[in-house]
């Protein structure tokens, strides 16, 4: 039998591993999945954090652990350090989850600072541990006026780069003002229909993704890097 790595001269032999279902988790976890939700505004009537609190009762429908994260207080991102009581509230509940629901509204075009300010104060790995890495996402925003989607492709590209994977399905609410009774719950609508569309897509997707989540995100160019690491500090000669 031919050698599979013959017409690969770059390929470092160690590193490179073909997928297959024998390296997954086939024996599935029974726990309730744990979502977070983030919300953008802080206004007392905020129709982002309303959202986040329908879709918040629609997930526990469904079987889900839902924590929300109230964003007062939280303070702009270099203003102070991480040990602040807010940004170690935020990572913590980062690293409980095991799927996320982001809701912005659209201001100028785009999602919120306030929105903004809770991904930035995430970095990408905190000793050693990647908060959000592998982890489901979906993605929603309010508008005051006609639909529009600058928000969610905006979230989209952010939970990419937060190495999220970001479910297919999204909702965008318009004139969100209209869509929420005086008790602050959402009336019966198309809208209100997606955003359980939204949750159950979610949930489909924890559900199927969350105890494979490390071997999803097994990369070979870290495990090529990780490999050269190892020998340098190996092979380096005592000064």
């Known amino acids: 039998m031919p050698d599979q790595h013959t017409n690969l001269p770059n390929i470092d032999r160690d590193s490179f591993k073909t997928p297959n279902t024998q390296n997954m988790q086939l024996t599935l976890s029974t726990h309730k999945p744990k979502i977070l939700l983030l919300y953008g505004s802080l206004r007392e009537r905020s129709f982002s954090r309303l959202v986040v609190e329908e879709s918040a009762r629609l997930l526990q429908a469904f079987g889900a652990e839902t924590r929300i994260f109230n964003p007062q207080g939280l303070p ?15 990572r913590e509940l980062m690293a409980w989850s095991e799927g996320q629901v982001w809701c912005s509204p659209e201001r100028h075009g785009s999602m919120t600072s306030i929105f903004k300010s809770q991904i930035d104060w995430v970095p990408l790995n905190i000793g050693g541990v990647r908060p959000t890495q592998g982890k489901t996402l979906a993605i929603m925003q309010v508008s005051g006026g006609s639909q529009s989607f600058n928000a969610v ?87």
């Open 153 to 239: 492709n905006q979230m989209r590209i952010l939970g990419r780069w937060m190495r999220m994977v970001t479910i297919p399905n999204q909702s965008s609410v318009a004139k969100a003002f209209l869509e929420f009774d005086d008790n602050n719950r959402m009336k019966p609508s198309p809208y209100y229909n997606r955003i359980v569309d939204v949750m159950e897509e979610l949930m489909k997707f924890t559900l199927l993704l969350r105890d494979n989540k490390d071997y999803f995100v097994d990369r070979y160019s870290e495990r090529v890097e990780s490999a050269e690491e190892l020998s340098k500090r190996v092979n380096q000669q005592s000064i």
């Open 76 to 90: 702009q991102t270099d203003t102070e350090d991480a040990s602040h009581p807010k940004v170690q509230e935020l």
